[in-house]
């Protein structure tokens, strides 16, 4: 503003020199820019070369009086501030020039001081008018940037090469990106978003977690949730999404982007059925090899040395651990392929299970381990399955329960009708697994190595093949269980 003030100019119309001269000096004093005009006309002629802040124009003139200046200037230029000086026979003419515009009068004769604080207060005026004028290009240009941002981010997500899909509350698209058309194979030219997703797309459990996402529903604890979904029957896209929430903390709806995950598919399928192939190559030539130890071991007269006696019988152990790897690993493969259930009858769960439990009590006894059935509701219904899958799933669990459990454990399984579900459970009071590892220990191969299960043996893929016995059964398996505390694994099978 300190600059408004050094180039602001003052014209100064008045036909009377004095009244001139005297306001010259008053304004020249408070840092003005004066320019006088005796008469009407010679105030026109400066207003066509010169641009004017405010005029101070008498209302008594010869020629042209100061009402018709005053319409003149304002024709001119509406933005210059006109006082009027008048005496006190013009007074009513005055206050007709302020109805038309003008901004305030100075009655003659006046002090000084009184024409200061009228000039101070247009002064202020100006600067108002000046700062309201600035604000509004301000915001025009605030909402300028605001439209070019919008469109930059729009640019960026069109030319992201992964695919990407925006939805409000409602679920409805907002956005989608061509690399996300292009992966679901859909026709471009139907790309017109506000419609649900879908409208684009087919499958149900993706847009049921989209949806459950931009409601703000979903809460996969920090973890973006994923969905695998299966396009044009050959390619596996894996959907990650993730809510939008404004800085109020509320959802706004969703984001979701797709990966093309058919190589790692095929890669994992190639890796299977290598898997399978070499297994299978591998348990004939081994069995006959555990067949001839034994027959070594048999036949070994007593002046064969203890030390012989012994490697044999260790190496028999050993085959004897490679043959069941082998099987297990033959058994993960064939479910994986789905090639499972292949003898489906009626089973008496409860029945199947006390007869594992029977047969697998000698080895608990061994540890002196309690080990008991209970069915604890009315008979169950008959379960349509392959026996040998409840089988492998019921042994694998307790089997599990006596290995990880130290000597004198109490191990209890447990069967009830639950709803829809036969329920099984399978606790021991062993040495627990530690929540970081729920998931991972139905993943191949892995084990959890501390001081407790250092010394026992297996091969990691006892829980691989109940889950995916589990899933084939359209089932669902639960574990519950923290170090020291003991395991509970329940098994819930669809009636
Ligand atoms: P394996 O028993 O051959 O190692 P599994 O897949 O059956 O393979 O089990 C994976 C791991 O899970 C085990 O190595 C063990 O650390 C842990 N585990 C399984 N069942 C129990 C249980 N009842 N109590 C404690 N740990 C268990």
Redesign the pocket.
């Known amino acids: 503003m300190v600059e408004m003030i050094n180039s602001l100019k003052v014209l100064v119309v008045d036909d009377e020199k004095d009244i001139r001269d005297g306001v010259e000096r008053i304004l020249k004093r408070m840092e003005y820019t004066v320019l006088k005009a005796d008469r009407g006309e010679a105030a026109l002629e400066i207003l066509g070369k010169e641009t004017v802040d405010i005029a101070i124009l008498d209302l008594k003139m010869p020629g042209m009086d100061g009402m018709e200046l005053h319409q003149r200037i304002r024709e001119i230029d509406e933005k210059i501030i006109v006082i009027i000086i008048t005496g006190y026979a013009t007074i009513e003419t005055a206050i007709e020039a302020m109805k038309q515009g003008a901004y305030d009068f100075i009655p003659k004769p006046f002090e000084p001081e009184h024409l200061r604080i009228v000039v101070r207060r247009a002064h202020e005026k100006l600067r108002l008018i000046k700062e309201a004028e600035m604000l509004q290009a301000e915001r025009a240009r605030t909402l300028i940037d605001l439209d070019m941002e919008k469109s930059r981010i729009r640019t960026i997500v069109e030319s992201l090469p992964t695919a990407v899909v925006v939805t409000n509350t409602s679920g409805e698209v907002v956005l989608m990106n061509p690399a996300f058309s292009k992966s679901l194979d859909l026709d471009v030219s139907a790309e017109v978003a506000g419609k649900k997703l879908e409208s684009y797309v087919e499958d149900e459990g993706l847009c049921e977690m989209v949806l459950k996402l931009s409601k703000g529903e979903l809460d996969a604890g920090g973890e973006a949730p994923s969905y695998e979904l299966l396009v044009s029957g050959s390619k596996y896209l894996m959907a990650r999404g993730q809510p939008v929430i404004n800085e109020n903390n509320e959802c706004m709806g969703a984001v979701v982007t797709f990966s093309n995950i058919t190589s790692l598919k095929m890669l994992d399928q190639l890796k299977s059925e290598f898997v399978a192939k070499v297994s299978h190559e591998l348990r004939s030539p081994l069995s006959t090899i555990h067949e001839q130890l034994a027959l070594v071991l048999k036949e070994t007269s007593v002046n064969e040395t203890d030390v012989d006696q012994h490697l044999i019988e260790r190496a028999k152990e050993k085959t004897h651990g490679l043959i069941s790897l082998i099987g297990d690993l033959l058994d993960l493969s064939r479910i994986e392929a789905g090639g499972i259930s292949h003898n489906i009858q009626s089973v008496q769960v409860a029945d199947l299970l006390k007869s594992i439990v029977d047969f697998l009590g000698i080895r608990a006894q061994s540890k002196d381990q309690s080990l008991t059935f209970e069915l604890a509701s009315d008979a169950l219904p008959l379960f349509n399955a392959d026996p040998m899958a409840l089988e492998s799933i019921f042994g694998?669990l307790i089997a599990?329960?006596i290995?990880?459990s130290p000597k004198g454990a109490v191990i209890a399984v447990k069967a009830a009708l639950a709803g829809k579900y036969i329920k099984v459970q399978v606790s021991?009071n062993?040495?627990?697994?530690a929540p970081k590892y729920h998931d991972q220990?139905f993943e191949r191969f892995?084990?959890?190595k501390n001081d407790d299960?250092r010394y026992i043996t297996?091969?990691?893929?006892?829980?691989?093949i109940v889950k995916g016995l589990v899933d084939s059964l359209n089932g669902e398996i639960k574990l519950d269980?923290d170090v020291g505390r003991g395991?509970t694994f329940t098994v819930l099978l669809p009636v």
């Open positions: 694998n599990n329960a290995n990880y021991d062993g040495f627990g697994i220990i892995y084990r959890v299960t297996g091969t990691g893929l006892g829980l691989p269980s395991a």
